[in-house]
C-alpha cells in the first residue's frame, strides 16, 4: 500500500532511499573500539575454523552472487585465502572436492533459495564448515549453515535488490576484515583506516543519492534504446554486471556487463550510435585504461555515460554524462557505484511505464529448483 512505501511511489525507490540507514544497521556493532576492531560473532566463535582454512568458496544465485564476485576479491585481497564463487546451481551437481578445511560462504538475501540450500547441504555433508550471509533472520539457509553474519538491512520488497546487495558487500568487507585480523595478514594502522571508511559508508550513500535528479533527467534519453552495455574493471567488474542486471530485470532492456578490457573480444562489434555504454570508472589504480576503453567506445560513435570520482577532469570531456560519486577506497567503491547505477534502472523502467516493484516472470525468491 502507500503507506508502506513511505511516500515514495515504489517500494524500490524507498529501499533505494533507505540505504544511509541500512548500512548504519549493517555496521552497528561491528566497526567497534573506535573503528580498532571488527566483530563478528560468527568468526569470533569458529575463529580456528577460519585460521586454518585453506580456500573459500563462495555459492550464490542472482544479485547474491554478484555481491560474491566482490567477497572474493575482497577476501582475496585483505585476508589472503584463496576463495572461487560458484553459481549455487553449477555448484551443486558439479562433485566439488570438499575437506574439513574449506569454507563455504553462502549468500542469500531471503535465505529461501533453493538451489543455494542444496549447495549447503552438498557442502555439509562433505564436511566443510559453512557460514551464511543472510537477510531473513530465522530463514531456512540461516538455520542450515554452521554460522554467519545476518546483513539486517530489512525487509526488501521490491523483486530487483538493492539494499541487500549492498549489505552484503558491506558483511563482505567486515568478513574480510575480521578475518584478516584473526590471520594477521592486516597491519592495525590498515585496518583502523579501513573500518573508518566502512564507518563514513551511510554518509557517502546519502551524498552519492543527490545523483537521483541528474540521473532522471539522462533516463529519458535512453528510455527507448534494445542494448546497453555496462563495462568496469578490477572491483567495478561485479558491479557491471550487476548494473546490467538491473536495467534488464526491470526495464527489459537487453543489457550486459564486461570487464571493460575484454570488450574488445566480442561486445566492442556491436557498438553503434544505438548501444549506449555505462563505463564505471572511478579514480582508482586501472584509472588510465579505462580512459582509453572511453576512447575506443566513442570512437565507434557509442555514447557513454560515466561514473567517476568527484575531481576527474578527463572523462567529462569525453563521455556523454558523467555522474560524480565521493572519494572512497576502492575496495569498497561497488556500494558507492551501486547507487547511480540503481537509479538508473530505476528510471529507465518507470519512464518505460514497467512494474518495477514486480518484473514480469521474475520472483523475489526461488524456492524451487
Ligand atoms: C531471485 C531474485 C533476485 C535474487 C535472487 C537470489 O532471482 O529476483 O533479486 O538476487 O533470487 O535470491 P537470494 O534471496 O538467494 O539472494
Not at 578445511?101 to 562433505?126: M, P, W
Not at 546487495?165 to 590498515?190: D, N, W
Not at 543527490?210 to 534504446?225: F, G, H, R
Not at 560524480?324 to 537509479?343: K, N, R
Amino acid at each position: 500500500s502507500q503507506l508502506e512505501k513511505g511516500g515514495y511511489p515504489h517500494f524500490m525507490l524507498k529501499e533505494i532511499y533507505e540505504q544511509p540507514n541500512t548500512i548504519f544497521d549493517c555496521i552497528r556493532g561491528r566497526v567497534v573500539n573506535n573503528a580498532t576492531e571488527i566483530k563478528l560473532s560468527g568468526v569470533i566463535d569458529h575463529s580456528d575454523r577460519f585460521i586454518n582454512a585453506r580456500r573459500i568458496i563462495i555459492v550464490a544465485c542472482g544479485t547474491s552472487w554478484h555481491a560474491a564476485l566482490i567477497g572474493q576479491r575482497l577476501l582475496q585481497d585483505i585476508a589472503r585465502i584463496p576463495t572461487s564463487v560458484e553459481y549455487a546451481s553449477e555448484f551443486r551437481y558439479s562433485n566439488p572436492v570438499l575437506t574439513s578445511d574449506d569454507i563455504v560462504i553462502a549468500i542469500s538475501q531471503s535465505g529461501e533459495t533453493a538451489d543455494t540450500l542444496a549447495a549447503i547441504k552438498l557442502a555439509r555433508e562433505n564436511g566443510a564448515f559453512v557460514y551464511g550471509v543472510c537477510n531473513v533472520v530465522g530463514s531456512s539457509i540461516a538455520r542450515e549453515t554452521d554460522t554467519g553474519t545476518y546483513i539486517h538491512v530489512g525487509p526488501e520488497i521490491g523483486v530487483a535488490s538493492t539494499k541487500a546487495f549492498t549489505g552484503q558487500v558491506t558483511v563482505l568487507a567486515m568478513l574480510a576484515l575480521a578475518v584478516a585480523q584473526l590471520r594477521g595478514t592486516i597491519s592495525q594502522e590498515k585496518l583502523s583506516e579501513f573500518s573508518r571508511s566502512i564507518e563514513q559508508l551511510p554518509s557517502l550513500i546519502k551524498e552519492t543519492l543527490k545523483l537521483n535528479d541528474a540521473i532522471e533527467k539522462l533516463s529519458s534519453t535512453y528510455t527507448y534504446v534494445r542494448n546497453f552495455l555496462y563495462l568496469g574493471r578490477g572491483y567495478n567488474y561485479p558491479s557491471a554486471l550487476e548494473g546490467a542486471l538491473k536495467l534488464k530485470e526491470i526495464s527489459y532492456i537487453h543489457a550486459e556487463g564486461y570487464p571493460a578490457a575484454e570488450m574488445k573480444h566480442g561486445p566492442i562489434a556491436l557498438i553503434d550510435r544505438e548501444m549506449p555504454t555505462v563505463v564505471i570508472a572511478p579514480s582508482d589504480e586501472l584509472h588510465e585504461k579505462i580512459i582509453s576503453n572511453i576512447q575506443q567506445v566513442k570512437a565507434r560513435g557509442g555514447s557513454v555515460i560515466a561514473i567517476v570520482t568527484r575531481g576527474d577532469t578527463t572523462i567529462p570531456e569525453i563521455a556523454d554524462h558523467t555522474l560524480e560519486i565521493p572519494p572512497v577506497p576502492e575496495a569498497l567503491s561497488p556500494i558507492i557505484v551501486s547507487i547511480p547505477l540503481q537509479l538508473l534502472a530505476y528510471h529507465i523502467a518507470v519512464m518505460k511505464g514497467c512494474n518495477v516493484d514486480m518484473p514480469r516472470n521474475l520472483a523475489k525468491s526461488v524456492t524451487v529448483e
